[in-house]
């Protein structure tokens, strides 16, 4: 991703100089999805603005305190609903689409941290040790993500929430701890009282990562395993996950390159709880200069049927 950096000088009176960074970056992406559902289909354009403004500044004793936040807009995030009109009658001539109000749009919840060394301390909007294990998101399919079926945990634990407080509305903690090719990260947060932690570990071009959880939710993710390398020209991730009360859902991923600029991502998954198997794949091609064309269609665990197809630009 290209970044545009604003190298910021903060002048303190009579306390010298200190040196802080402002980091820009995101996306746009826009395009069009196709939904086909029991209750009927749809085709509907789709778009997302997101930019993020990462902070820092260092103290005197080598400490790196920032804050990460987004603006985030999609075309989605105005609530729409069907007023029936003056004669109180849904499906009549007088009936008219009104605004019910923003879902998700403008700043969300900051993620503040310290780091020194291979250890780093969040608070507020924290990643979430479970969302943020490796494996949890092997591909990014299509233009949106078509529906994330092939994420094992199911959305079962504390993440980053773009649009929201995330777990800054409810005292979310983490610690994340790196040396060499060893990883740990627990964190913490007030949302049914979760308590959760992975490791993970790379060898000889592989990783495989542990997560546990604890939670008053019965519904939330309990135990999850991945492990993820390359197998001849594809690059290939194995995840599952006990989810509580929802049962056990296991995911096979993997991408590959069909030239220089194009590659192939697919996945199928089986849930417990949904009454079908999932299956999706898709494209992405490289137009040069942070920009790609991608598409794809997924065939849900719920049944349903999802593809897109559109242009993102990085910056």
Do not use: C
Not at 105 to 118: E, H
């Amino acid at each position: 991703m290209k970044k545009v950096l604003f190298a910021t000088t903060a002048l303190v009176a009579t306390a010298g100089v200190a040196a802080a960074d402002v980091t820009f970056s995101g996306y746009g992406r826009f395009g069009i999805i196709y939904n086909d559902t029991a209750a009927g289909d749809s085709t509907d354009i789709t778009s997302r603005f997101r930019l993020q403004i990462d902070t820092t500044a260092e103290s005197d004793g080598g400490v790196t305190f920032g804050a990460r936040v987004r603006i985030q807009q999609n075309n989605t995030d105005d609530l729409q609903s069907i007023n029936a009109g003056p004669d109180g009658t849904a499906g009549t001539a007088d009936d008219f689409v009104q605004n019910a109000g923003p879902a998700g749009t403008g700043i969300n919840g900051v993620r503040f941290f310290a780091r020194s060394g291979g250890l780093e301390v969040g608070v507020g909007n924290i990643f979430g040790a479970i969302e943020f294990m490796p494996g949890q998101y092997p591909i990014d399919l299509g233009l949106t993500g078509l529906g994330y079926d092939y994420t094992a945990y199911n959305f079962g634990a504390d993440a980053y929430s773009s649009g929201g407080n995330g777990a800054a509305g409810s005292n979310g903690v983490e610690a994340i701890y790196s040396a060499g090719d060893l990883n740990i990260h627990v964190s913490a947060s007030d949302t049914n009282d979760r308590v959760a932690g992975h490791i993970a570990y790379t060898f000889s071009g592989w990783t495989v990562a542990l997560g546990l959880q604890d939670s008053n939710n019965a519904a939330d993710t309990e135990v999850t395993a991945s492990v993820g390398g390359s197998i001849g020209p594809a690059d290939v991730t194995l995840t599952w996950a006990d989810n509580g009360t929802k049962g056990d859902q296991i995911v096979l991923a993997g991408r590959f390159d069909v030239g220089a600029a194009t590659n192939i991502e697919a996945y199928i998954a089986d849930a417990d709880n949904q009454p079908d198997t999932g299956y999706g794949i898709d494209f992405n091609h490289d137009l040069g200069g942070g920009t790609s064309l991608r598409g794809g269609i997924a065939k849900r665990l719920s049944g349903d049927t999802r593809a897109d197809l559109g242009v993102r630009f990085n910056f």
